[in-house]
């Protein structure tokens, strides 16, 4: 039995890392590149989200002590309860009172509804591009009830809206702020607010002193420094001039030197929530053939993206991120029946040679083709090793790298030929995946694949209550959009992410790199 003076010891323990976090100083990242702008709910990448996810605050966050990202694992932010209706078609949120915008203006529920009515095309805002809109194909509109009350009306129950709302592609934005100057100067209500913006030099973000939740943010500023080449990167993150790499940029053999020469780093190695995949426009000849398209797939050794890339670490899957880390991947077993999954390469590269040689190509007269790809090492490595494997089915490529805003908008308008793709999931569901990649129009549908009877599909999962049944038709859906050559997926990626040991509160997801960047819960010991 504990005396008096052990309880109260035991009382001191227990409140020492409450009490260890300390205030102050400014930590240090390095950036990989000028991001194309400043705007969340503009850009579809992990360059603007990372930065900037810590300007503003969602309805609702995955929780953050969570390894995983998961439906059942959301916590509140801007709402303090939610509520959804009988029938399932109407999710009603409790809005918390006495925020303010980092200009000093109320937060209330019309900033909600303005926000999610831009987003599906009911109010004029000024954006440039809105790739989230394909997430709420069945959102119908939004309705407030007084300052602090705001309701989400679907056409059909969708219980995913919940994790999509939990996203850090989902804060919610000042309704009196324009887009232009939301991609130059943003406004939010988060930890930090923004400072400055050195193109191609820095991004600083300094500490929100009337932010909403007491205490937080623990750091006065984060300043990331651009810095393009990723060796560059890794020497000073090593040397100190660094606290923390940007996310999951530490390839496998990076890895191990930043170990070798710095055995204190704490790195987490995980799914970087990427896949690489082929982009073919199906309406430019010749890739308008079917058979074309065929034959590219057929020419590929996923083992070699697994070995060479990943060291072994990164994972062979289809559309959904592979399990266990991944919620709906297929496993392994059912995998290895879906077609162009074959172990015997050899096989199957001789069968793309048949196909080719019928079209008229040949060793002495091969199809020739740029391959485009985002100026970034993870995709133009990825590049360059596919154009090594197409050779086999008398495919020569030559390769065009296109700096981020470029390679964006050349996509968004179909206007290349064949390109190589790291693409980011921001929520591991099915309704995100599906419908922003493979739906009939989507703006980020980059191949314009377009299958109706498989969408009503996409439609019938999006609606299931029950997990087990729903990622059952997930795995019908997934096989399908593979044997059809929607978007061929070559590898899952992994990699890390290191900080020094005085950099405390960092909190990952094992399937999810675009969620935990708020950085209100990040301190240093120093």
Request: glycine share 6%; with cysteine; aromatic share 10%.
């Amino acid at each position: 039995m504990l005396t008096r003076l052990g309880w109260v010891l035991a009382i001191c323990l227990l409140s020492l890392p409450a009490l260890a976090q300390k205030q102050g100083g400014t930590l240090r990242i390095p950036h990989r590149e000028n991001p194309p702008s400043a705007s969340i709910h503009e850009e579809a990448t992990i360059s603007t989200d990372m930065p900037f996810m810590g300007v503003f605050n969602n309805l609702v966050v995955f929780d953050p002590e969570s390894r995983q990202d998961r439906l059942d694992r959301i916590v509140p932010e801007l709402a303090t309860a939610w509520k959804w209706s009988d029938d399932g078609r109407t999710l009603t949120f409790t809005l918390r009172d006495g925020v303010k915008w980092h200009d000093g203006k109320p937060f209330t529920s019309a900033d909600v509804k303005c926000t999610w009515d831009t987003l599906i095309g009911q109010r004029e805002s000024g954006m440039r591009k809105n790739p989230r809109k394909p997430w709420y194909f069945n959102l119908t509109g939004l309705t407030t009830n007084g300052d602090r009350e705001v309701s989400f009306h679907l056409k059909d129950p969708q219980p995913s809206l919940l994790a999509m709302l939990a996203g850090g592609f989902s804060p919610v934005y000042p309704c009196h702020v324009s887009f232009a100057q939301m991609r130059t100067h943003p406004i939010g209500t988060g930890p930090f607010k923004f400072a400055d913006w050195k193109q191609n030099n820095s991004i600083r973000l300094v500490k929100n002193p009337d932010y909403w939740k007491k205490g937080r943010p623990y750091l006065d500023e984060i300043d990331y420094t651009i810095i393009p080449n990723r060796a560059t990167a890794m020497l000073a993150f090593i040397s100190g001039q660094e606290d923390m790499t940007f996310s999951t940029e530490v390839s496998p053999a990076m890895l191990k030197d930043i170990k070798a020469q710095m055995p204190s780093a704490i790195c987490q190695m995980q799914p970087t929530d990427t896949q690489t995949n082929l982009l073919v426009n199906r309406d430019k000849p010749p890739f308008d053939d079917a058979r074309v398209r065929r034959a590219m797939v057929l020419s590929f050794d996923r083992r070699e993206f697994v070995d060479i890339l990943g060291q072994g670490y990164d994972k062979i899957g289809a559309t959904m991120l592979p399990p266990p880390e991944g919620l709906w991947g297929m496993p392994p077993e059912l995998l290895h029946t879906v077609s162009g999954y074959s172990p015997d390469v050899a096989k199957s590269r001789a069968e793309g040679q048949r196909i080719m040689r019928e079209l008229g190509y040949g060793p002495d007269k091969p199809l020739r083709i740029k391959i485009l790809t985002r100026n970034l090492a993870q995709y133009r490595d990825s590049a360059v090793l596919l154009i090594d494997q197409l050779k086999h089915v008398y495919i020569e490529a030559e390769l065009e790298p296109l700096e981020s805003p470029i390679w964006y908008a050349r996509m968004a308008r179909k206007d290349y030929s064949v390109g190589v793709n790291v693409q980011g999931i921001g929520i591991d569901d099915p309704d995100v995946v599906f419908f922003e990649t493979f739906a009939c129009g989507s703006e980020r549908n980059y191949t314009n694949y377009c299958n109706p009877e498989l969408e009503k599909k996409f439609h019938t999962q999006s609606q299931m209550t029950d997990v087990e049944k729903r990622r059952e038709l997930v795995w019908q859906i997934d096989k399908a959009l593979q044997e059809d050559g929607a978007r061929p997926v070559l590898d899952h990626g992994w990699a890390a992410t290191c900080w020094s040991p005085a950099v405390k509160g960092v909190h990952m997801a094992i399937n999810g790199i675009y969620n935990r960047w708020r950085m209100e819960d990040v301190w240093l010991d120093r």
